[in-house]
């Protein structure tokens, strides 16, 4: 891994020269900045800065038009994909659940992360415990949840690859207020207890100050200050704007990349872990 010799800190994440472009605009330019391993980063700035376009490359939803991406001091395009998905959860601005059960949901990810079949009810009743959801639900059809108890199923199922990383697109964008706190707390136990690295793009510069100990702000595709989340989110407004709460325009695009090309799917399919997994029935 990657570490910085004079503080010590040392680096999930390096981006290098990275450039990205999107129908034919940048989104990216010229990106180089480092995400530091075992605390929550959070990706702050204008709507439609990039935000998400750069979190998106940390899992090779997309690749980079430019430019290279260091996971673990290694090239992100190094590791296999199904494997990098594992370690690297992604969970989306919009709850995605599939057809079934919350425990059908679950068993998605427990396909990718080859959990036996012995060991499942285990895992899922850890993985609804860490994302602070009563193990009862599991049996509950996932259609009957509520918005707040959706998102942290789309958490639990995100655990269940055991990842060493989170990523986290506005994961509170659609909760009120009350259930966006409950969620970031959770993350932030999430972060301390299980040492998980955890980047998060938000607008709510009150939650990012709260919960993050370090920070990107990214405006009009430059990275414009990384570093001490209480030294660069001392200058933004607050308490719920970067500038304002409107999603990034590519955050909307929920959908991914298969495991060979860069090809988006079906939105209302992705399950928020890895596209390359077989659906349940097919």
């Given at each position: 891994m990657s570490a910085d010799s004079h503080s010590g800190v040392t680096y999930a994440f390096e981006l290098r020269g990275v450039s990205q472009v999107r129908a034919g605009r940048p989104v990216l330019q010229g990106i180089d900045v480092a995400i530091p391993r075992h605390v929550i980063t959070v990706l702050c700035g204008p709507s439609g800065g990039g935000k998400t376009s750069l979190l998106r490359l940390l899992n090779r939803l997309?690749?980079?038009?430019?430019?290279?991406?260091?996971?673990?001091?290694?090239?992100i395009t190094g590791y296999p994909v199904t494997e990098l998905r594992r370690r690297v959860a992604f969970v989306f601005q919009t709850p995605v659940m599939f057809p079934g059960t919350v425990s059908d949901n679950l068993a998605v990810a427990a396909e990718l992360a080859g959990v036996q079949n012995g060991k499942f009810d285990e895992q899922a009743n850890q993985a609804m415990r860490l994302a602070e959801l009563d193990p009862?639900?599991?049996?509950?059809?996932?259609?009957?949840?509520?918005?707040g108890q959706k998102q942290r199923v789309n958490l639990a199922r995100a655990l269940m690859t055991s990842p060493e990383v989170l990523l986290l697109d506005e994961p509170t964008s659609a909760l009120d207020p009350q259930t966006s706190r409950a969620l970031m707390k959770t993350i932030g136990v999430l972060s301390e207890e299980?040492?998980?690295?955890?980047?998060?793009?938000?607008?709510?510069?009150?939650?990012?100050?709260?919960?993050?100990?370090?920070?990107?702000?990214?405006?009009?595709?430059?990275?414009?200050?990384?570093?001490?989340?209480?030294r660069v989110l001392d200058g933004l407004p607050g308490p719920?704007?970067?500038?304002?709460?409107?999603?990034?325009?590519?955050?909307?695009?929920?959908?991914?990349?298969?495991?060979?090309?860069?090809?988006?799917?079906?939105?209302?399919?992705?399950?928020?872990?890895?596209?390359t997994i077989k659906r349940p029935g097919g």
């Open positions: 997309d690749d980079p038009a430019r430019g290279d991406i260091l996971f673990e001091s290694k090239p009862s639900l599991l049996e509950r059809p996932a259609d009957e949840l509520s918005v299980r040492r998980l690295t955890i980047v998060i793009v938000t607008h709510r510069v009150s939650e990012a100050r709260k919960y993050a100990s370090h920070a990107v702000v990214i405006r009009d595709g430059h990275v414009v200050d990384s570093g001490d989340s209480e719920n704007a970067a500038a304002d709460a409107t999603p990034d325009a590519d955050a909307t695009r929920n959908p991914i990349g298969d495991s060979t090309t860069n090809r988006t799917s079906n939105p209302t399919t992705d399950p928020g872990t890895d596209p």
